[in-house]
């Protein structure tokens, strides 16, 4: 039964003292609504309460995860956590390792010296990259991760319990300082498959901004394993076809849109990326990079690699650009080899293969770079996923950040539907503590005038 007035208003008096609630007030239907307090979901060095609290959601998830070491193969190879999303079963181990080589390859190829790693986990890039460093710091925020590695860990390598956010912190500066990161500062921080656990984009803008701004002169800052925003839809499509094979086309549409709408990752693209190096006072170009594993696999399909290149000498210059299809029929891929032979690539329009399975020419990621070799560098498209491209040499795959930030970016938040969860149980359970007569209020979150 809805509350006579009297009571609802005494109700929103009850709630809007809460800290993290800025107001509340009665709604036509006898029930209440809330809205956040802005600085429960600040970013920045110090998150808000609401937003610690969803890390803390992460950092409990892989506490548990780590600890039961299920996908532990060797000392350096533990993949726990590592499941197929359209077979739940753990990822092949060859391709688990080729994801992780692929990966090394990529920071190696920064020319890095001295790295900081956010979200390093249970070390997979750490024991396979020191041994071409002069010093290593990781940071996670498992702290059965830091203490296992920190256990194993080799020679000028130095292992912390810190999120993302806290990487120009003290504990942080002070261990570069002691491996003797030139100026305590180091030339590549890396950022691999740790994007999806940030809350919303305005946070992996600080963290990204934080990681331009802490990197040497000529150094890089490696965002890599991103879920891309552009992809969901196809993604969310392609799993559920995947849990029913015989469902028609209607019913997978219809989940795969539930899907869309349950997820609680942080998903975006790479033009959002790019924005985040705005406003830093540092020249800054992106590298954007298709995954190019052997095996078809959510890995493979939905998630890209960024390289971002900082306050470095201008990349090699593109060739003139040549449509895949322009290029002569049914051997396309005779024709660029034969293009790679005489010098400069570039070709775009690429059909991924995984992706467009029925257009004419599509060729997968993997073929390309087989075909190219250390030479090329396959890249996305930066206006349509599906599409790739190919670059000689490689080190004319990167572009002005400003320019890709101009196209407008696409990004799927998970941090307002927690919100809305979270507040709404807090809300009850403070009316259930303060004004019992008033439990029963229906309570609904209104983020639209939080954010106004």
């Known amino acids: 039964m809805p509350l006579d007035p009297p ?26 609504r809330i809205a956040p307090e802005p600085a429960a979901l600040a970013v920045g060095a110090h998150p808000g309460a609401l937003v610690v609290e969803f890390l803390d959601h992460w950092s409990e998830l892989y506490e548990v995860t780590y600890a039961g070491a299920h996908g532990r193969h060797a000392d350096d190879l533990d993949l726990s956590g590592w499941r197929a999303t359209d077979t739940g079963q753990p990822l092949p181990t060859d391709h688990m390792t080729e994801w992780v080589d692929r990966t090394v390859a990529l920071i190696r190829g920064t ?39 920190r256990a194993a860990a080799p020679p000028a390598v130095r292992v912390l319990r810190a999120a993302a956010h806290e990487l120009a912190g003290a504990p942080v500066r002070r261990a570069l300082h002691e491996l003797g990161f030139p100026e305590g500062r180091p030339d590549c921080v890396v950022l691999n498959s740790v994007t999806q656990c940030f809350p919303t984009v305005a946070y992996l803008t600080h963290v990204v901004a934080t990681a331009i701004d802490l990197v040497a002169p000529g150094g890089a800052v490696v965002v890599g394993d991103v879920r891309h925003a552009g992809l969901h839809e196809h993604f969310c499509r392609w799993a559920e076809r995947a849990a029913d094979p015989d469902a028609d086309d209607a019913t997978v549409a219809a989940r795969a849109t539930a899907r869309a709408a349950r997820e609680e990752e942080l998903l975006v693209d790479p033009a959002t990326i790019a924005a985040a190096t705005g406003g830093i006072g540092r020249v800054v170009h992106v590298g954007v990079y298709a995954k190019t594993m052997r095996a078809d696999t959510e890995l493979t399909r939905y ?49 991924n293969a995984l992706l467009r399975p029925g257009a004419p020419g599509a060729v997968t990621a993997h073929a390309l770079q087989d075909l190219a070799g250390d030479r090329g ?9 599906t599409l790739l491209e190919l670059v000689a040499p490689a080190g ?19 941090l307002p539907a927690f919100v809305r969860r979270r507040l709404t149980e807090e809300a009850r359970r403070t009316l259930r503590r303060r004004l019992p007569a008033a439990a029963g209020t229906p309570v609904r979150v209104d983020l639209g005038r939080a954010a106004g």
């Open 303 to 351: 998630r890209f690699d960024t390289v971002l290149h900082v306050d470095t000498a201008a990349p090699a210059s593109r060739p003139p650009a040549v449509r895949w299809a322009d290029l002569p029929a049914p051997d396309r891929l005779d024709a660029v080899r034969a293009r790679l032979a005489d010098g400069p690539v570039h070709v775009h329009g690429i059909p």
């Open 7 to 32: 009571t609802t208003s005494e109700a929103a008096a009850v709630l809007a003292a809460h800290p993290w609630i800025a107001a509340a007030y009665p709604d036509e239907a006898g029930g209440l």
């Open 377 to 385: 560098a396959v890249l996305l498209d930066p206006r349509d996923p």
């Open 111 to 149: 020319g890095a010296r001295h790295v900081l790693e956010l979200g390093c986990g249970t070390g997979l890039l750490m024991h396979r990259l020191h041994p071409y460093l002069t010093g290593y710091v990781g940071t996670d925020v498992a702290e059965h991760a830091v203490a296992t590695l």
């Open 396 to 414: 004319a795959a990167p572009v002005p950040a400003a320019a890709l930030a101009a196209s407008e970016g696409q990004a799927h938040e998970p």
